[in-house]
């Protein structure tokens, strides 16, 4: 497979999260954000709101891949410490941004700037604004960080924002074949095909549960159309033979 | 807060997660599964399907936190090296577990034990299995790792057969007090609670979209009973102050 070199990660941010409150719906949104601009999501952590956690994180993930999205706690409550993490793992100070003040201000007007509501409007200094069509407190972009919000449509929204700027990859393409033997038998002639094309990442996942016939789903991916198409091939005709001998045990060996 | 000294990761192992191809149903229930043992659920990491990654996340997590709960990669194909990482990490060779295999073979009599199926029958040296009642095919566990199936179905059967083994701790009690006023007008006065109550944990999520009205959801979260209730008389007092506030402003000024 030739590498891409767009990688990405995602530091998701809010101990609602670890505490088994809050289901997190930004992983998946995020993960076909990439998909779609080619970007390679190569990993995701979720941490509680600590400061020295996230600093720690910040600073492992923005040195190992090309982007670092994060979601959650840049509100203006005493547990919000995004943007204090962030300017730390910069070493830089938390300035009040008078275009973020002016943004809230415009969207809310008679606006009272309360502490709470000033505190989002600190960003680190070198940092750019995310615009929030949502709820008009905005992110924060800083070097290879976008820091966003954790309440889902204000997520999406900054990621709208964002994306024209990231620099993109070449997209990813994938096929996809549903197998009604179990992995048990697929698997040694599948690997023997993924040891044929190694520039084709081949995925296979088993579902159970539901009806009594095994289904294994064989996902092909690769940015190269035509080896993909090679590989689907060859994966389609492994499982037609054993869709075949399959049937040929059942008929040889009835119920009685 | 008294510390809770049981903490837990979670290392999710799969590149369909990544990809987008399938949302995580795990991670969920492993927090609410730590939750109700008393377990500190600290970090979560997400990657991908690649050796030396699983390898350098199973190492970070099992050095910082008590117990590293796996999900993912121990199937039959090519692409499940969940058990080969594990393996790596430990500085262990694999061997076939006898014990792994009767297991499969007595499930499903008359299964032939391909190469495919015999992948899932390996264990790492002085590891122990962890019992799979839906599909036979066992976890693996080995020092304070336990590295169960990605089939949401699967893993949560293997919780619970490991449930009895683990070591629990305090279990957190939390509270819930709904707020119908923004975030930026609770912030400040919830803060300064916060303060006050540095051994109770205070949360605060807004809700937007629906209707009108702002919804600020502010969770308590202590292990100690008496502080729990005393912090939550204290928000339920001020959450009334402001709503008895609002609605005064809104007798003050009403829309024409």
Same mark, same amino acid.
């Given at each position: ?7 990405a ?17 930004n ?5 076909d ?33 090309r ?41 809310f007007?008679g ?26 407190? %905005? ?12 309440? %889902? ?9 964002i ?13 996809s ?11 040694? %002639? ?7 094309f190694?520039?084709v ?32 091939d ?19 060996? %009835?119920k009685?």
């Amino acid at each position: 497979m030739p590498a891409k070199d767009i990688t990405a990660s995602m530091l998701v941010i809010g101990d609602e999260i670890l505490s088994g409150r809050t289901r997190d719906k930004n992983i998946g949104v995020l993960a076909d954000f990439c998909g779609e601009l080619g970007i390679d999501l190569k990993e995701v952590r979720i941490i509680g709101d600590e400061l020295s956690e996230i600093v720690a994180a910040l600073n492992a993930l923005r040195e190992k891949y090309r982007y670092v999205f994060t979601s959650g706690g840049i509100g203006p409550t005493h547990d919000d410490i995004t943007a204090d993490a962030v300017a730390a793992a910069f070493g830089v100070e938390l300035e009040i941004s008078e275009a973020a003040k002016q943004a809230m201000m415009d969207r809310f007007p008679g606006y009272e700037m309360t502490p709470a509501r000033l505190r989002m409007a600190r960003i680190p200094q070198g940092g750019d604004l995310i615009e929030n069509s949502v709820s008009a407190a %905005p992110g924060i972009h800083i070097g290879n960080v976008y820091v966003m919000a954790g309440v %889902p449509s204000v997520f999406e929204a900054m990621l709208a924002a964002i994306a024209p700027t990231l620099e993109t990859g070449k997209r990813v393409l994938s096929t996809s074949i549903d197998c009604f033997v179990g992995e048990g038998r697929l698997g040694d %002639p599948l690997g023997a095909l993924q040891a044929e094309f190694p520039d084709v990442k081949i995925g296979s996942y088993p579902q159970f549960g539901g009806g009594r016939r095994f289904l294994t789903q064989v996902v092909l991916r690769s940015a190269d159309q035509s080896r993909l198409n090679a590989a689907t091939d060859a994966v389609q005709a492994l499982v037609e033979r054993l869709h075949t001998e399959h049937q040929a045990e059942i008929a040889n060996h %009835p119920k009685t």
